[in-house]
RNA sequence: GCCGGCGUAGCUCAGUUGGUCAGAGCGAGCGGCUCAUAUCCGCUAGGUCCGGGGUUCAAGUCCCUGCGCCGGCACCA
């Protein structure tokens, strides 16, 4: 491969950036870096995401223009990155002309593909979900996620024949069967191609914010479909054709998992329509939780997870979402975990290690270390191995098992000192020999393992390889060449002594609010002044947002689960393409004729058959909600006796309304499972034009008794 | 309900295409060293890799099934 581009998903910018999104970043950022140290020229891509009708909205009630608003959250966006040490190469925005003309061309291209028609869709619209909600969605007229109540609109949309696409993009991921990984992802798009896909609406009517329909210019490009073209218009598609030929297509998109279908479906829709290559490979990331930690802003509670890049450094927080987090999959961000992986990898493993070695460098050899005319000790082979399981690894983008590769060197280099004594060889001038083999040794070790950490704790690395005497500089060194074990006799290197790189700190002692965790010294600054920012602009762009900004409806989407713990992923993201609708869009779902009403009684039964439905008269003892159920209600009825059963009944009655009441249901229903619940009846009642249930009444309950047969 | 995921040492979790995979870290216990950020090194956990079948010379690792959690989609029995 003779380069590698690679992107994130670009970020709504509606709130800062929290842990998840910065999880994306490094992630992606690790594998840039590892890209690079393999000497492949690489590209790597983020960006915000503008054209959100909150945008518009926010920027309004602040009284300013939504590019003005935009350009706030790009500086604000852009000091998180650099305070993380993210080392994009292009920041691209979709309010940037570059953009519009990438997506003005895409479009038009797919429209000259006859892949663009028009539809009537009228309904429902969330703007903070940006997508329109089915009538049975909404709960008590307002969207579930966002307790917003949603505007009826109804508009003429530009649909895209997405279903064209369903067997091509089947035939894609047969060719290509690393198209899409982890494995786990790819086989969920696979099932949802195989059910089949509707076509999707495309395009928002009466809209001011956004880049402007081809074909109607009165409409703009639906946000989604907008967001998803930056990955092509970053590389010059439709603006810079010799920067386009040099980089696409992408080799990678680094995304959530809950995206997958946007990037998996419908991007490659749009590309194979429009003409263009598809994307390599797409690889959906799943989530850093917060365990025990309700965030709450009002109570104080709520924690930036940023905070912990400025309080044990941005490569401690670095290595903790890539060492802790099997790569495509979830995992949990802790304060607790976060201090022990700090003690454990940092202070007591590399950290020490490279405090030792400069003692003892300085204190037998004055800090000049020689390689003799003996062969190299057991090092040599375990770092080779080591570099080998690195790079097998990070090739599968198994960063978790990349980093823990290069820890093994560190913990080989550790006990290998133990097992030579070099404190007593220094007793000993007849082993002088010894000793500076030892040394050499773990010097190169330290090398070595500093090398391939390099992509996961670069400010870090680079001062390590320092003090090990690497005096070449950090950005030079390549995989290949210098990930080799290199000990010549009469090699030399200068151990430079220096403090600690990261001190030990007592467990339990940092709070998670923060205020009041003990102010210690930014390892980051100390390892490298340069690496950290003044964050001063930063935090200037940061109170210039209002404060609203962070309790806007989106943070109300961050449903904590039932072990309280938050999902910091999608559902937090309050913008992305994420966001955007399902690949199955109610919009394009609607515009289709609504089904035909079921023909009643197309098949005669006989009387016979019918008799053997038995029904009843039944009084409802007890009711109420299913949970998690949206319609379901968990009945108890007498009749013969009493039992349970389950009923749709919940969008038109209060489980409060129903008990008393006496109902008609068929008792000799087989039983069936609701919800995990055990149903034994059904529960009859008409069905209004909306499709909701009007229960059957019993005229003179007194007369037809619970129990009673009905015929 | 459908689809998927998970269920591995006390705790948190790793375990690419089946064969040193029965592991790491933390915690606990014992011991060693002193160069080091009271750090490091070694030993100790007798884990039915959720239960039950099956395929295989060989299965945490594949198939079926049961149970328990979790997620998405469903939800008018």
Known sequence: MSKFYLTTAIDYVNNRPHLGTAYEKVAADVIARYQR???????????NDEHSQNVYQRAQELGIEPLAFCDRMEAEFRDVW???????????????????????????????????????????YCVSCES???????????????????????????????????????????ANPHFLEPEIRRNEILRLLEAGVEDISMSRAGQLWGIPLPANPASVVYVWADALINYASAVGYGTDEELFERWWPADLHVIGKDITRFHCVVWPAMLMSAGVPLPRQVFGHGWVHWKGQ??????????????????????PLRLYLTREIAFGQDGDFTWDRFEERYNVDLANNLGNLVSRLASMARRYRQGRLVSPAAPPGPLAEAAAAAVADYRRAMDAF????????????????????????????????ERAADLDRCLYDVGEAVRIAALLLTPFMPGSCREVLRRVGETRDAGALQLDRDAVWAAPPGAERTVQAGD????????????????????????????????????????????AVPDEEQSVPTRERSAVTREGRESMSEDERPGRAAEAPPATEPAAAEAKPAPAPPEAGTARISFDE??????????????????????????EIEADGVRQVIAGLARAYS??????RHVVFVANLEPARLMGLESNGMVLAAVDANGEPVLLAVDDPARASAGARVR
């Not at 140290?37 to 960006?47: D, H, I, K, S, Y």
Request: aromatic share 8%; hydrophobic share 40%.
């Open 37 to 47: 140290l393999c000497g492949v020229p690489t590209r790597f891509v983020m960006g």
């Open 398 to 429: 198994a960063l978790h098992r990349g980093v823990a590769a290069a820890f093994d060197v560190v913990d080989r280099a550790n006990e290998f000192i133990t097992a030579s004594e070099p404190w007593v060889l220094a007793r000993d001038p």
């Open 655 to 660: 489980p409060e309304a129903l008990v008393g």
């Open 82 to 124: 650099q305070r993380l040490d993210i080392s994009f190469d292009d920041f691209i925005r979709t309010t940037q002309p570059r953009h519009r003309e990438a997506v003005t061309r895409l479009v038009s291209r797919i429209a000259e593909a006859g892949d663009l028609y028009e539809g009537d869709y009228e309904g429902w």
């Open 132 to 174: 329109f909600k089915p009538e049975k969605d909404l709960v008590d007229g307002r969207c579930p996620i966002h307790q917003r109540e949603p505007e009826w609109l109804k508009e003429k949309n530009h649909f895209f024949r997405l279903s064209r696409y369903r067997k091509p993009l089947l035939d894609h991921y047969a």
């Open 610 to 635: 019918f008799m053997k439905v038995d029904l009843r008269v039944g009084r409802v003892v007890q009711a109420e909600a299913v949970p998690k159920s949206k319609k379901l209600l968990r009945l």
């Open 294 to 315: 309700k965030m709450s802003k009002s109570l104080g509670t709520a924690v930036d997870p940023l905070e912990a890049a400025e309080r044990l450094g941005p490569d």
């Open 500 to 543: 600690a790189l990261w001190p030990r700190i007592e467990p339990g002692k940092p709070a998670p609010g923060g205020a009041a965790a003990p102010k210690r010294t930014d390892p980051a600054t100390r390892l490298s002044p340069t690496l950290v920012r003044d964050s001063g602009a930063g935090r200037a762009a940061r109170a």
